[in-house]
């Protein structure tokens, strides 16, 4: 089926709804007013929708035209990737790369990566999403990335295993657990507050497997999670690497925890597309594979 709507017009329309008047598109654009109001009526003509209404002296989106303007965007923004990787591949190398990374993933190592990547040009631009539990895989599933380091590989994707990482249960000296000086049941940390970091997807599907006490703090960064804990205010599971330096300084003290105390996450390395995978998204993808191969095998 042959489109009736130029990428042109749909442009057009976008243009009108981020800058909120024809004029300001037509500026933005370069076209004249009546020509963007020609494609905005066109794409109504043509679909036998009404796209905007007047409330007052403002014109705003009916809820066919919200609906219209979200897949339109999609639309252009897949017609302007296409044209850049097609601009990539001639060149033989991408002009941007995509990671998502699971944020319990060391970060110093990441940016070993990343910074060991950059040495030879040409360095693409990076974008990093970190991301949690059902973001990480809502990333991938929408193919919002090139690559993805997870905990969990979404149906229908192949991941390689990278490392794992040893999860450690910590609160304050001060914290009333530590002052039990026994070991500790799963009852004892029910009766006190959890810090949990919240799961990035859009939908989450999937409940933390360290949610343990329904008094609970879910906040959006470990980094926060760490400040509460180090303060006395609840209790967490974090990766040991990430909080040595409140460790050492006995900001944080482990939790003599009966059984699982220490819990080991396996992290695993996807492409969103294999196949279509360029030679920076390789190339990165073994620098990461090698780094945490060597840590993997000196831990």
């Known amino acids: 089926m042959k489109p009736k709507i130029s990428l042109e017009h749909w442009q057009a329309l976008i243009s009108v709804v981020e800058k909120g008047s024809y004029a300001r598109a037509s500026a933005q654009l370069n076209k004249s007013q009546s020509t963007i109001s020609y494609a905005v009526n066109k794409i109504e003509e043509l679909l036998n929708v009404k796209i905007f209404k007047l409330v007052g002296r403002r014109a705003e989106l009916t809820p066919a035209g919200r609906a219209i303007f979200r897949q339109c965007q999609f639309l252009v923004s897949q017609a302007a990737e ?22 319990i993933f060391p970060p110093k190592l990441l940016l070993q990566c990343l910074e060991s990547f950059g040495l030879k040009p040409p360095e693409p631009r990076i974008e990093l999403y970190e991301s949690v539990l059902g973001g990480t895989e809502e990333l991938l599933q929408k193919h919002l990335v090139d690559l993805a380091v997870c905990s969990q590989i979404p149906t229908g994707f192949i991941g390689d295993y990278l490392m794992h990482i040893t999860l450690i249960l910590v609160a304050s000296p001060d914290h009333p657990l530590h002052q039990l000086e026994r070991e500790l049941t799963l009852n004892d940390l029910r009766k006190h507050r959890q810090l949990v970091v919240r799961d990035s997807g859009s939908h989450r599907v999937t409940k933390a497997a ?18 509460a804990a180090c303060m006395g205010l609840g209790f967490s599971w974090f990766p040991k690497d990430s909080i040595e330096d409140e460790l050492e300084t006995g900001r944080l003290k482990p939790l003599p925890l009966q059984q699982g105390a220490e819990r080991l996450v396996a992290l695993y390395l996807a492409f969103s597309d294999p196949e279509s995978a360029g030679p920076g998204a390789r190339k990165l993808a073994k620098i990461i594979q090698e780094a945490a191969s060597n840590v993997d095998k000196a831990a």
Do not use: D, F, K, P
Not at 88 to 100: D, F, P, R, T
Not at 210 to 227: D, F, G, K, P, Q
């Open 82 to 103: 296409l044209e850049e990787r097609a601009t990539s591949l001639a060149s033989g190398w991408e002009s941007q790369l995509s990671l998502a990374v699971e944020m």
């Open 210 to 227: 360290l949610e343990i006490s329904e008094s609970r703090w879910t906040v959006s960064h470990r980094a926060t999670s760490v400040c």
